[in-house]
C-alpha cells in the first residue's frame, strides 16, 4: 500500500464566492492573526485558508508557536482576525456561541464547586436551551457515553487528569454544537491515558458523527485523529500542506506506510524550505 494523497498547497489565491449549497460548515479565508507584546506586534499566522466540512474530524497540525492555537480561538470567536475571515455556515464568526464549544488543554476548566453533572448542566442551563430535567437528563446521557455516569455527584478535585477532560468532553457534546474545538486536550496525559482518550473520542464520533476541529503538535495523534490534515509551517504558520488521513488510525499504528507519512510530515514541516514545497 503506498503513501496516501498528499497535497502541497501553494499560497491561496482570493476565493470565488460559493453557492448556498457548497458553504462548509466552518471556513477560513486567508486568515491572518496577530498579537502584542511589550515589545511588539507578533504575526501568528500569515494568510491562513481551510475548510472543515460536516463530520470532519480537521486536524491543525504544527510545531510550538505555529499559531494553530490562536487559530482555534479564533474560530471560537475569541480572537479577531487581523485580516480575513472565519465563517460558521456562511456567517461570519464575531464573537464566542454555544455553536463552537472548546475543550481546553488545562484540567482546571471545570467549576471546582459544581458537581460533575452539574458542570455538565450549567451551559444548558445558562444558554436557556432545557428546562433542568431536560439538562439533567441529557448531562446523565453524555456523562454515561464517556464512562463517568457514577460520577455525577463527584468533584472535579476528586477525579483524574483523564476523567476531568471526559467531562469536559461530555459537556461540550451536550450542547450539541456545530463544531467541536479542541485545544491539545491530550498533551498534559501521560501516555496511556492519552491513548486511551483518543480511542474514546474516535468511538464517540463513530456515534455522534460531531464535526471537530483539532489542534495538536504530534504528528502521531494528528494521523489517528483526524481523516484531513492541515499542516502549518513553523512562526508565523502559513499553509504547507493538506493530508487525507482516512487510510490511518489507531488499526495502523506502527505499519510502515503509518511510519513512512509521519516521516514525510516531518520533513514538510521541519526540513523542507517552503520555496522547495512545489517540487514535492
Keep these: 500500500m503506498g503513501i496516501p494523497f498528499l497535497r502541497v498547497?501553494?499560497?491561496?489565491?482570493?476565493?470565488?464566492?460559493?453557492?448556498?449549497?457548497?458553504?462548509?460548515t466552518l471556513q477560513a479565508e486567508d486568515v491572518t492573526l496577530e498579537?502584542?507584546?511589550?515589545?511588539?506586534?507578533?504575526?501568528?499566522?500569515?494568510?491562513?485558508?481551510?475548510?472543515?466540512?460536516?463530520?470532519?474530524r480537521f486536524?491543525?497540525?504544527g510545531p510550538s508557536g505555529c499559531g494553530k492555537s490562536t487559530l482555534l480561538k479564533a474560530a471560537a470567536g475569541f480572537v479577531t482576525p487581523r485580516s480575513g475571515h472565519l465563517r460558521l455556515d456562511g456567517a461570519t464568526v464575531s464573537e464566542p456561541g454555544p455553536d463552537r464549544i472548546v475543550v481546553f488543554q488545562e484540567f482546571d476548566q471545570l467549576p471546582p464547586w459544581k458537581t460533575v453533572k452539574a458542570?455538565?448542566?450549567?451551559?444548558?442551563?445558562?444558554?436557556?436551551?432545557?428546562?433542568?430535567?431536560?439538562?439533567?437528563?441529557?448531562?446523565?446521557?453524555?456523562?454515561?457515553?464517556?464512562?463517568?455516569?457514577?460520577?455525577?455527584?463527584?468533584?472535579?478535585?476528586?477525579?483524574?487528569?483523564?476523567?476531568?477532560?471526559?467531562?469536559a468532553i461530555a459537556r461540550a457534546l451536550a450542547t450539541q454544537p456545530r463544531v467541536?474545538?479542541?485545544?491539545?486536550?491530550?498533551?498534559?496525559?501521560?501516555?496511556?491515558?492519552?491513548?486511551?482518550?483518543?480511542?474514546?473520542?474516535?468511538?464517540?464520533?463513530d456515534e455522534f458523527r460531531f464535526t471537530l476541529l483539532f489542534v495538536t503538535h504530534s504528528i502521531e495523534e494528528a494521523l489517528v485523529v483526524g481523516n484531513r490534515i492541515l499542516l502549518l509551517s513553523p512562526h508565523p504558520g502559513r499553509v504547507r500542506a493538506e493530508l487525507d488521513a482516512q487510510a490511518y488510525g489507531l488499526h495502523s499504528l506502527g505499519s510502515p506506510e503509518f511510519q513512512a507519512t509521519s516521516q514525510r510530515i516531518h520533513r514538510l514541516l521541519f526540513d523542507e524550505p517552503a520555496a522547495s514545497l512545489a517540487a514535492a
Design 9 to 24: 498547497v501553494p499560497p491561496p489565491p482570493p476565493r470565488e464566492p460559493r453557492s448556498t449549497g457548497d458553504v462548509p
Design 35 to 56: 498579537y502584542r507584546t511589550p515589545e511588539r506586534v507578533v504575526r501568528a499566522t500569515d494568510r491562513v485558508s481551510f475548510d472543515v466540512l460536516e463530520g470532519d
Design 59 to 61: 486536524v491543525l497540525l
Design 119 to 167: 458542570n455538565v448542566m450549567f451551559p444548558l442551563r445558562a444558554s436557556r436551551l432545557l428546562s433542568r430535567r431536560q439538562a439533567e437528563e441529557r448531562a446523565l446521557h453524555y456523562l454515561d457515553k464517556v464512562g463517568l455516569a457514577d460520577f455525577a455527584d463527584a468533584y472535579p478535585h476528586t477525579l483524574s487528569g483523564g476523567m476531568k477532560q471526559r467531562v
Design 180 to 205: 467541536l474545538l479542541m485545544d491539545e486536550p491530550f498533551a498534559a496525559l501521560d501516555a496511556l491515558t492519552r491513548r486511551r482518550m483518543q480511542e474514546e473520542l474516535l468511538s464517540l464520533w
